[in-house]
């Protein structure tokens, strides 16, 4: 049976948890319908985050904004267009060439076909693993050597990639410490509620086996890699081991 991870919650910056909680929102709505006994918990947490996201509205307005939202579209002209090139050296003439573009072009989809529409944690992390697929393994990377034309987009990709994440992680920080104090009972609230809404979660895994949450419980676990990864990076700890919850929080509070 799977199970949710342990967020670092209290370790993330304000406008890291706030952009968290909503990325997982977003994710629980996505692969909706709630369940109904999840609902009340769901409501809960969306409320907390919006009223958390509304007192830190005034922190938004940074410098860095604009040039992020410059990467975030080149990026996603880049995502498009390497798709749209090995759509269409699927078509050259020479097989070889073809065969080559063909192999990239799954692979690729394998992550996703609009990668460009994924929330931005999602999204860079997404883009991070594709290119990494696609430049260590040896046949991909042969493939990719043949059309030197993709090599250019999936450098240039990286390149944008990279620079999204590290403007947006300096972004976050910014945003969470304008407004530590002010917002500490907010966040406390936001904080509480997660943790319910997720003990809710594990126990309806648990004990409900008509619901198959399986791609909902990935989607949730890979963005808590995501921040959590946010937090040792910041430590200077390498990579993340997130831990799962203990059993006990999967059957506390499941009935309402």
Same mark, same amino acid.
Not at 48 to 60: I, L
Not at 189 to 211: C, G, K, P, Q
Not at 228 to 234: E, G, H
Not at 240 to 255: A, H, L, M, R, V
């Given at each position: ?5 342990? /967020? =670092? ?8 948890? $706030?952009?968290?909680?909503? @990325? ?15 609902? !009340?918990?769901? $409501? ?5 985050? *919006?009223?958390?996201?509304?007192? %830190?509205?005034?922190?938004? #307005?940074?410098?860095? *904004? ?9 990026? @996603?002209?880049?995502? !498009? ?14 097989? +070889? ?26 999204? *860079? ?12 393994? #040896? ?24 620079? %999204?994440?590290? $403007? %947006? ?27 319910? =809404? ?21 989607? $949730?676990? /890979?963005?808590? @890699?995501?921040?959590? +990864?946010?937090?040792? @990076? ?23």
């Amino acid at each position: 049976m799977k199970t949710i991870k342990t /967020a =670092f919650t209290n370790k993330y910056r304000n406008g890291e948890l $706030i952009q968290f909680v909503d @990325d997982i929102t977003v994710l629980t709505q996505k692969r909706g319908p709630v369940h109904e006994k999840l609902h !009340i918990r769901y $409501i809960e947490l969306r409320t907390a985050n *919006t009223k958390a996201s509304e007192a %830190f509205e005034p922190s938004r #307005k940074l410098v860095n *904004t604009k040039e992020l939202i410059a990467i975030d579209k080149r990026r @996603d002209e880049l995502t !498009i267009g390497l798709r749209t090139l090995l759509v269409g050296l699927t078509k050259h003439p020479s097989l +070889q060439y073809q065969e080559a573009a063909e192999r990239l072009l799954e692979r690729l989809d394998s992550y996703g076909k609009a990668i460009y529409r994924y929330n931005y944690q999602l999204q *860079t992390q997404t883009t991070k693993d594709l290119i990494n697929a696609l430049t260590t393994d #040896k046949k991909f990377d042969a493939d990719v050597n043949t059309l030197l034309v993709v090599r250019d987009y999936i450098k240039a990709l990286q390149h944008a990639n990279s620079n %999204f994440a590290e $403007i %947006f992680v300096k972004r976050t920080q910014e945003k969470g410490e304008q407004i530590e104090a002010e917002m500490a009972d907010l966040i406390t609230t936001l904080e509480e509620s997660y943790r319910a =809404f997720i003990i809710r979660l594990n126990a309806i895994v648990e004990m409900d086996e008509s619901y198959h949450a399986d791609n909902l419980i990935n989607d $949730i676990n /890979a963005t808590i @890699d995501q921040y959590n +990864q946010v937090v040792l @990076d910041r430590r200077g700890k390498g990579e993340s081991s997130s831990e799962t919850n203990n059993p006990q929080d999967t059957t506390e509070d499941f009935i309402a």
